[in-house]
């Protein structure tokens, strides 16, 4: 699988309960390896944050602050308010301390030498979040918008555009700095090889699925394997999160079909959009419908349960 | 005045109070330069972390634990628990979310090519400790214990012996790495050639004061003033800390004349004992009895006046 953020850890906990209930085509458990996206990561304060690789080892590894969706449960904030006292600019990113905690770590390993990927292991043996995760590449790739108001056109780091402005300043552009030098990060492309089929699940297509998707090697990887998407969008609107912000930034329509036909044919093979979008037809694309709203584990497991039948029989037809 | 962590920092408010009052030598309220002891500094999990230092600004800036005598007032240990449950070592240093955001100010001025001074200065702007605080030097000085155990005759950070081991492991030797190549951090001669006089305040005499008297330069600038000495043992104990332990490793007696004659003569002017150990005699050192139990502010700030009143005399006789 491909994850973003909340998207696709919540994804990943119903994909979970489905595979690791003995569904994979060998009989016994199958492994699931997620690509994660850093596009999103940022270096504040001296730290090395990776929202979205957190967002999954927290969620699976039961750390996840549930209401929120991202960040620590039980999370105090003495470290960010301090950094305030100081002075400390940004203000805007929400760093609480617990959280802080898992960014010295990584910070740490990362001056001593280890690429991100060992350091994302060794983040997970801590959280045991029951998949492999791996960061799509150890190099560094900021994803930039590129905005334009009273203080005249700028790109600024995606966090900022997305927390700061919450995706309010109307993006002309959105740029994965450094992708088209990056390469995947050991086991990536290997995983992508060696998968029974491969899932999108509900993440933004742009920012997370697409950062991941532009890193030179994956999307040919991908392409070569049976591909059923989950659409993060329904009706007009993206199930959650500004998603729409950035699909108008790189001129595709907010709707399952046009997300659908932004990956492409070539890319994927199966489609599931919600009920309100039945009857979506994408040329060469094998599209589904049922509910899609991940309101709870039992309807979770059901959406990653519809994916995992449409790719095996989508798998099994080619 | 040259001033370690919790003895100076406590001595340091009394002194403020006298000298606040507008008893400098030219009838107004006079400057307290505070050269701070920093070969206590440690860096933890990629911060730099500076005890003394931070110990003094705290103290005098309405934020420390007043019980404890270090740390921050209304403290909280996220941070700490959390890389304790990632397995990071150590986790025997008390380290407080609030503190962590000094040192990840500290930090980040550092590796942005700042010198620890400025550092100090930067971080005093928004503790406004109503003196200036300047670190002994601004290169790295770090003192060592050498002890000898089961595990063997080695040499451990000072932290590592006075936190983890309660300096209950008989030290063989001190050594404060790095203060041979020292140089005094800018001003720090500049402000002792300007000073009335010198006071050193009930501060560890071995690896506070006597760290920053080892600082190439500091001694003889020192020793070219009018300076008297607060007496940091009472009877055959220190006042508070362990500085026993100390002075056993360099073989001095733990006793206020020791102490003194340690020092020396040609250090020392004036020498404030408690009451306990009056009639002791120092060659060549005006030594004066009274209480030293800095117990209540109005203890403290007549423990400083005596001080500062004695050194106004020998200056004067001078």
Chains 1, 2 share one sequence.
Request: charged share 25%.
């Amino acid at each position: 699988m491909l994850a973003g953020g909340i998207g696709g850890a919540r994804f990943l906990r119903g994909l979970k309960s489905v595979l690791g209930s003995g569904e994979g085509t060998d009989g016994s458990d199958p492994e699931i390896t997620v690509i994660g996206n850093t596009g999103d990561d940022i270096t504040l304060f001296g730290l090395k944050i990776c929202p979205d690789l957190d967002t999954v080892m927290y969620t699976l590894g039961g750390g996840i602050n549930e209401e929120q969706g991202w960040g620590r449960a039980e999370e105090t904030f003495s470290v960010r308010s301090e950094l305030a006292a100081y002075g400390m600019q940004p203000q805007w990113f929400g760093l609480g301390d617990r959280d802080v905690a898992t960014h010295i770590v990584r910070t740490q390993m990362l001056s001593a030498g280890y690429p991100l990927s060992a350091v994302t292991e060794a983040l997970c043996d801590r959280w045991r979040p029951g998949v492999r995760l791996i960061p799509m590449t150890d190099e560094r790739v900021e994803t930039h918008v590129v905005v334009c108001d009273d203080e005249g056109r700028r790109a600024i780091h995606f966090q900022e555009w997305w927390v700061r402005h919450r995706a309010a300043l109307p993006a002309e552009a959105i740029l994965p700095v450094g992708v088209e030098k990056a390469t995947p990060a050991p086991g990536v492309l290997e995983a992508i090889e060696a998968a029974d089929f491969v899932l999108f699940p509900p993440s933004n297509p742009v920012v997370s699925v697409g950062t991941i998707l532009a890193v030179p090697g994956i999307r040919d990887a991908v392409a070569a394997k049976t591909v059923v998407g989950v659409s993060p969008i329904i009706g007009d609107a993206p199930v959650r999160g500004m998603a729409d912000a950035c699909l108008s930034a790189i001129g595709v329509e907010t709707s399952a079909r046009a997300v659908a036909e932004h990956y492409g044919a070539e890319l994927l093979d199966g489609w599931l959009v919600d009920d309100a979008d039945a009857g979506t037809r994408v040329e060469g694309i094998d599209v589904r419908s049922r509910p899609l709203y991940m309101s709870d584990p039992a309807a979770t497991e059901a959406i990653a349960r519809a994916a995992v039948d449409l790719a095996l029989e989508l798998k099994e037809r080619a």
